[in-house]
């Protein structure tokens, strides 16, 4: 009795071609890009519920060399928001929200490093996988011509499942990265919206009557 061919996932990356290596370095970005920017995006949606108290206090009392230093302390993007606010005081209250918001775009841009890579290898991977299979079809066209008369459907079938290895890994690199990209995106945006929210609340602070 023959024994049963199996099919190892190594086996199937060697087979892959020269095109695994370029999948291969985006799949190690995508998964670098991801961790790093998961890490910063908790360091920055982590809140103090009684910052915005002690903001107020400090700005009522007229404290606010006291709430400046605690934005510093804080050293989240909300803090550093009510910190060039607090930096605008005595300003029309326009030219403090545009200094605010110039800051909150910088913070966006700042939290959003690495997403161009994660959109390009979603949208590049799988086309880099096609390239592959596509390479690897003529291979194997080739060498079926090549084989002349003693060609036969294994030397056909052989090139073919090898060129479809490139394809898998195309897509699945770009999946990968897709999710990824979305994930985080949707992770700004919740930043994005609590920085908004700070913002109307410290502009909204500066104008209340002091107790």
């Given at each position: 009795?023959?024994?049963?061919?199996?099919?190892?996932?190594?086996?199937?990356?060697?087979?892959?071609?020269?095109?695994?290596?370029?999948?291969?370095?985006?799949?190690?970005?995508?998964?670098?890009?991801?961790?790093?920017?998961?890490?910063?995006?908790?360091?920055?949606?982590?809140?103090?519920?009684?910052?915005?108290?002690?903001?107020?206090?400090?700005?009522?009392?007229?404290?606010?060399?006291?709430?400046?230093?605690?934005?510093?302390?804080?050293?989240?993007?909300?803090?550093?928001?009510?910190?060039?606010?607090?930096?605008r005081i005595g300003r029309p209250m326009n030219d403090v929200l545009v200094a605010i918001e110039?800051?909150?775009?910088?913070?966006v841009a700042q939290l959003g490093k690495g997403f161009p890579w994660l959109s390009t290898t979603?949208?590049?991977?799988?086309?880099?996988?096609?390239?592959?299979?596509?390479?690897?079809?003529?291979?194997?066209?080739?060498?079926?011509?090549?084989?002349?008369?003693?060609?036969?459907?294994?030397?056909?079938?052989?090139?073919?499942?090898?060129?479809?290895?490139?394809?898998?890994?195309?897509?699945?690199?770009?999946?990968?990265?897709?999710?990824?990209?979305?994930?985080?995106?949707?992770?700004?945006?919740?930043?994005?919206?609590?920085?908004?929210?700070?913002?109307?609340?410290?502009?909204d602070l500066l104008n209340e009557p002091a107790a």
């Amino acid at each position: 009795m023959e024994p049963t061919a199996t099919l190892s996932f190594w086996s199937l990356l060697m087979d892959g071609g020269y095109i695994m290596i370029p999948l291969a370095i985006l799949l190690i970005v995508t998964i670098y890009v991801f961790t790093e920017r998961t890490l910063v995006i908790n360091r920055a949606a982590k809140e103090d519920r009684y910052f915005m108290d002690r903001i107020r206090d400090y700005v009522h009392d007229g404290d606010i060399e006291s709430a400046f230093n605690l934005c510093k302390k804080t050293d989240t993007p909300n803090a550093r928001l009510i910190q060039k606010g607090l930096s605008r005081i005595g300003r029309p209250m326009n030219d403090v929200l545009v200094a605010i918001e110039n800051t909150g775009n910088i913070e966006v841009a700042q939290l959003g490093k690495g997403f161009p890579w994660l959109s390009t290898t979603a949208a590049g991977a799988p086309m880099l996988g096609f390239l592959g299979t596509v390479v690897g079809m003529i291979q194997a066209f080739f060498s079926l011509a090549s084989a002349g008369t003693s060609a036969n459907i294994t030397v056909l079938s052989s090139g073919i499942y090898q060129a479809l290895v490139t394809t898998v890994a195309g897509l699945v690199v770009g999946i990968l990265a897709l999710f990824a990209y979305n994930y985080l995106v949707a992770r700004v945006n919740r930043v994005m919206n609590s920085m908004e929210a700070k913002t109307m609340e410290f502009m909204d602070l500066l104008n209340e009557p002091a107790a």
